[in-house]
């Protein structure tokens, strides 16, 4: 059964201004995006990508082209279908776990009673179902970056953005996180759109890899990852790994 297309971006433009001069920061994006998809975007630092993700959130307007999700245009407000999560977990210290997985549920006025029970849930799939009444003082950065996980999905929108959510944390708990991630994504049946600067963990996690050139962004290419289920770290060292690796660092001209 085909997938349903969920994103649809056609020669999006963004130009920031600033008080003497207009900066091109997207040139031109082109990419569709199936529902269920895990979509790895990658690009130099400083190409575009998190204003990409911006725009999908509804959060910065774009300046030209086509930008749809489940075939509707966006409007330049936050969406209610989508959920981000940032490279800090940006947890409110004074809130308890479960309070902060909580707070889209009520920015948005959902029922609470359906909220909490969802919460309580999500946070058994991340892993923290007995840190629902901890503070976030009390947990490591990679259990905080499983609640801030756990947070954008409580509203249960279409598509989650992630802006290099493991960059922050040292390397083996991201490898730790990478398979987390990947479980989860397995689990909770979401689109997720994933930016990161680790080629690796790019192929990794991406059932399709989004690659940016150095800014002004332009999609020098958009292609599927076939390798099979269950991903393991022991695939870095596959020859199939290399493959998409190397192309990825080709398109980067590295």
Not at 22 to 42: H, I, K, P, Q, R
Not at 155 to 184: Q, S, W, Y
Request: net charge neutral.
């Amino acid at each position: 059964m085909m997938s349903e297309r969920l994103i649809n971006l056609q020669n999006v433009k963004k130009v920031y201004k600033t008080r003497d001069k207009e900066v091109l920061a997207v040139s031109d994006v082109t990419m569709e995006v199936n529902d269920g998809d895990f979509v790895s975007l990658v690009g130099p630092s400083g190409c575009g990508k998190t204003t990409v993700l911006k725009i999908l959130a509804g959060l910065h307007k774009a300046d030209g082209g086509t930008v749809e999700i489940g075939g509707e245009n966006i409007p330049f407000v936050p969406g209610r279908d989508i959920g981000m999560v940032f490279q800090q977990a940006l947890l409110l210290k004074w809130r308890r776990i479960l309070d902060n997985v909580l707070l889209p549920a009520e920015i948005l006025g959902l029922p609470m009673k359906a909220s909490r029970e969802r919460a309580l849930d999500l946070l058994e799939m991340v892993g923290l179902g007995g840190f629902a009444n901890r503070y976030p003082y009390e947990l490591s950065g990679g259990m905080q970056q499983r609640a801030s996980i756990a947070r954008a999905l409580v509203h249960d929108p279409k598509l989650v953005l992630m802006d290099e959510p493991f960059g922050a944390l040292d390397a083996l708990t991201r490898e730790k996180m990478n398979l987390e991630m990947l479980r989860i994504w397995a689990e909770s049946k979401k689109t997720i759109l994933f930016v990161t600067h680790s080629i690796p963990e790019a192929v990794l996690l991406g059932s399709h890899c989004a690659v940016l050139t150095a800014g002004p962004a332009r999609m020098a290419e958009h292609f599927p990852i076939d390798l099979s289920y269950p991903r393991t770290l022991a695939m870095k060292t596959s020859e199939e790994f290399g493959v998409y690796s190397r192309r990825i660092y080709k398109l980067l001209d590295m």
